[in-house]
């Protein structure tokens, strides 16, 4: 087990956005986290990463509790994440937007200094290596200088990808990366997902294609108004009747 939520709770005002949600990420899998808009699925990651603190419960990553912990030092010991809403620099280049991520990790800045160091010199050699194979793994090292925000949708997905890859986590948070994609561009993510899985990381994804839900995760949680009504594979998911009435319930309303 490397993460474990253990009755996480979240209110907001008067509103349970999240309550007693309790399950497991561990190493080397696919979980998918499934249910309607509002269900408390970006809260969860939000909970997770430590941009918000839960209201009840504890969040246990390596048997060490990291509720309150700041979230780049979340970061830093091993959970990174993308945004459902693409936070990119449009104005850097690919590369620099990778780059910018991990320079937050080291002693020297990014546009620190005229004077620097050969110890700064190799260092940011290092980091331009490390950002480079990173845009090769998602498959856009092509457009490594194009200006991020002139990128097509799909790719500025993958550079999120790439730039969450590059914080070395055990496990990445992805939250609907493929809204938006197209059907072939969707396939490619898919593709990269279990490339990331087969790194060994733990991939938590937040995402409505179904289909692809199915075939691509290892487990699925489902999530009904902030409650939890499902857990397991998928085959066990696609048959069971409170996911279903919470999808079918969804559609006549
Ligand atoms: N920062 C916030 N302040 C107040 N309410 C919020 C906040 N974030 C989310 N919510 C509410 O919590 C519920 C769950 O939202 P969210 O986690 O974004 O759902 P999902 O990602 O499953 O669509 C929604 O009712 C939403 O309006
Ligand atoms: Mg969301």
Request: hydrophobic share 45%; aromatic share 4%; glycine share 12%.
């Amino acid at each position: 087990m490397m993460l474990a939520l253990k009755q996480v709770g979240k209110n907001f005002g008067g509103l349970a956005a999240l309550a007693g949600i309790s399950f497991e990420v561990h190493g080397g899998e696919i979980l998918g986290i499934i249910g309607p808009n509002g269900a408390g699925k970006t809260t969860l990651f939000n909970l997770i990463t430590g941009v918000m603190s839960p209201s009840q419960g504890d969040i246990v990553f390596r048997e060490k509790s990291i509720v309150g912990t700041r979230p780049h030092q979340i970061t830093q010991l091993g959970i990174a994440r993308t945004f459902q809403n693409i936070r990119l620099f449009g104005n850097l280049s690919a590369l620099e937007n990778v780059m910018v991520g991990m320079h937050c990790r080291t002693q020297a800045g990014l546009w620190q200094g005229l004077w620097r160091t050969g110890k700064q010199r190799q260092e940011e050699a290092d980091i331009r290596e490390k950002a480079l194979a990173m845009l090769a793994l998602t498959g856009i090292a092509d457009v490594s200088q194009a200006l991020a925000g002139s990128l097509p949708y799909g790719k500025q997905r993958r550079l999120e990808i790439a730039r969450a890859l590059a914080a070395d986590p055990e496990i990445i948070l992805l939250d609907e990366p493929a809204a938006g994609m197209n059907e072939s561009e969707t396939d490619d993510l898919k593709q990269l997902v279990a490339r990331i899985r087969d790194l060994g990381k733990a991939v938590v994804l937040i995402e409505h294609d179904i289909q692809l839900m199915m075939t691509l995760c290892d487990r699925i949680v489902v999530l009904n108004f902030g409650q939890k009504i499902a857990e397991g594979d998928p085959a066990s998911i696609q048959a069971n009747p409170a996911v279903i009435e919470a999808y079918l319930g969804k559609e006549e309303g």
